[in-house]
């Protein structure tokens, strides 16, 4: 068993949740930021999104498909993300 990592809780689908509820509404935006991390999304393309998200939401910049999508390609992480939407 000295090998054998632990692999902690993870729920995709409350990550995205958290993602959306970001998206939609700047308080949500805010009150996740106080108590969510990057580090705290399993799914790492779910981190880059956070992270897109949270340095628009640092800039004043209201967050909207179309300035994530900016931001990511800024990050250079939008192929990480799952590419552009078509």
Do not use: W
């Amino acid at each position: 068993m000295g090998s054998m990592r632990r692999v902690l809780p993870q729920d995709i689908d409350a990550e995205s949740a958290v993602l959306s509820a970001m998206m939609l509404d700047e308080q949500s935006c805010s009150r996740a930021l106080e108590f969510v991390e990057e580090k705290h999304f399993y799914k790492s393309t779910h981190r880059f999104i956070f992270r897109a998200i949270a340095t628009l939401y640092e800039d004043g910049i209201e967050v909207d498909i179309i300035t994530l999508i900016d931001r990511l390609k800024k990050l250079d992480l939008l192929e990480k993300s799952g590419g552009n939407v078509k």
